[in-house]
């Protein structure tokens, strides 16, 4: 079956949302234990957008954020990147080294922030992983300090070559009582896409 | 201000400016008429049309982009003589694009000044490559090429 992703039914958008949620669930329960806080989970976002229009939705192409990158592999292909205010990059930072006001492009703690989101990423894709029995891979993180549109633009030129459309996945996540938040995006090849909405139908259908 | 978005592009004239926001490897071509102040910004996203599978938009590719930018300044009444050119862009943010034989910022560069010197267009400034990105203002009352990075400052073209 060939999915339109211009088309997608409700019931293909819960199931996404339903299964990011899991995943994301996982993942920032990961954070929170590293940061030792309570954390909030916003509902997962789900929006059809043409390639161009991504950056926009992901915040604004010229936001400055704090981004983390990965490349996915195996089962399902994809990117997956976390993009994090300064204020929250700076707070990881904080509360792992203790440093009073921490400079995010400093090689430690661009490592430092490179792990935090293969974590969160890898938990994620973790729920991905069961859900389809299949082995989700994470490549090695990258992280930028930089305005989102440059940030992603290699990501949605190559998916461009493929589609006219991507599927974000976007989920906002927050740590009560010291005000960080961040952003989970994932985007997925349209062969990717086939398997997971195939996995959906078989189990429901 | 005009905005542009990724794969976009735009004519017009002084005291008019035209931006686009956060290119990394994508590339901002800003080409100027300084008689008639009249100027045209496209970002493209690749360097060729050719063998594309979506060729719908042509100012999404440097080959089909720039000429097509051309044009449509010399129909707002712009001389193809006098057109100078300045571009920013083609960033490689993340090293793992090297493993792929695809720098796609270096690409589109290459193709880039292979298709303004092919249409007789001369780049008179450029801040290409490096590793991070740039969001640009044309100002086509004066022709400066405003390039502003997230950690680098901003400069003038």
Not at chain 1, 56 to 77: F, H, Q, R, T
Not at chain 1, 141 to 153: K, N, Q, R, V
Request: with cysteine; proline share 3%.
């Amino acid at each position: 079956m060939v999915y339109d992703v211009s088309k997608l039914t409700d019931f293909h958008y819960s199931a996404l949302k339903e299964i990011s949620n899991i995943g994301i669930g996982h993942a920032v329960t990961s954070l929170a234990t590293m940061l030792g806080n309570e954390v909030k989970i916003m509902t997962p976002n789900l929006r059809v957008a043409k390639i161009e229009e991504v950056a926009e939705y992901s915040g604004g192409a010229d936001k400055l954020v704090s981004g983390v990158l990965m490349k996915l592999s195996g089962g399902i292909n994809g990117y997956m990147v976390m993009l994090l205010p300064l204020e929250s990059a700076q707070l990881i930072c904080k509360t792992i080294t203790q440093e009073e006001s921490p400079d995010i492009t400093n090689p430690m703690n661009e490592s430092l922030i490179s792990e935090v989101g293969h974590i969160l990423g890898s938990t994620y894709m973790t729920a991905f992983s069961d859900f389809l029995k299949v082995d989700v891979f994470a490549s090695a993180p990258f992280h930028t300090y930089d305005m989102i549109g440059a940030i992603m633009d290699n990501i949605l030129i190559q998916m461009s070559q493929e589609v006219e459309h991507a599927i974000i996945l976007d989920t906002l996540f927050m740590l009560k009582g010291n005000g960080m938040d961040g952003k989970i995006l994932t985007l997925f090849d349209p062969i990717s896409l086939e398997l997971i909405l195939g996995h959906v139908d078989a189990m429901f259908h | 201000m005009i905005v542009i978005g990724m794969a976009d592009y735009a004519v017009t004239r002084s005291p008019e400016k035209l931006t686009t926001l956060g290119l990394g490897s994508c590339i901002g071509i800003a080409i100027y008429d300084p008689v008639t102040k009249i100027g045209g910004l496209v970002h493209i996203m690749l360097p060729t049309i050719e063998n594309a599978r979506f060729k719908d938009n042509r100012a999404k590719f440097a080959d089909s982009g720039i000429p097509f930018l051309v044009e449509e300044m010399v129909h707002a009444g712009a001389s193809r003589r006098r057109m100078v050119a300045k571009i920013a862009g083609g960033a490689k943010m993340f090293s793992f694009n090297a493993d792929t034989n695809l720098n796609i910022g270096e690409r589109n560069i290459q193709a880039t000044k292979v298709v303004l010197a092919e249409m007789k267009v001369p780049i008179i400034a450029e801040d290409t490559g490096k590793n991070y990105g740039r969001t640009v203002v044309l100002d086509t009352d004066t022709g400066i090429y405003f390039i502003r990075s997230a950690t680098k400052g901003e400069t003038q073209l």
